[in-house]
């Protein structure tokens, strides 16, 4: 069974940093795209890091280039998303999702999404 499970959100000041954590089974990432996205209620997923399992490559999003980072541990199938230099309008519920033929920030290509983790920035 393919699980992703999101942890390590919560409330931090502006200007603080947070990392989140993908933990993933039923599968092998590296084979995968894990795509983190963000959702503020009322408006659309965004899709902010995809990572390239297969290649460590990554791409970011305009609203977090230079501010979020994203790594992985292949010995415990986990992809981590640093954040850092936090704005009150990176407030939203943080979700990874995993596609095995796909590479983007379209939400509908990916078929597998963790239950998600709130984070709130504070100003």
């Known amino acids: 069974e393919v699980q992703l499970v999101e942890s390590g959100g919560g409330l931090v000041q502006a200007g603080g940093s947070l990392r989140l954590s993908c933990a993933t089974s039923g599968f092998t990432f590296r084979d995968y795209t894990i795509a983190w996205f963000r959702q503020v209620p009322g408006k659309e997923r965004e899709g902010i890091s995809c990572?390239?399992?297969?290649?460590?490559?990554?791409h970011y999003a305009n609203s977090v280039k230079g501010r979020f980072t994203t790594s992985s541990d292949s010995a415990k199938n986990t992809v981590y998303l640093q954040m850092s230099s936090l704005k009150p309008d990176d407030t939203a519920v943080y979700y990874c999702a995993a596609s095995g033929w796909t590479w983007g920030f379209r939400s509908d290509d990916y078929d597998y999404w963790g239950q998600g983790t709130q984070v709130t920035v504070s100003s």
């Open positions: 990572f390239n399992g297969r290649d460590g490559t990554t």
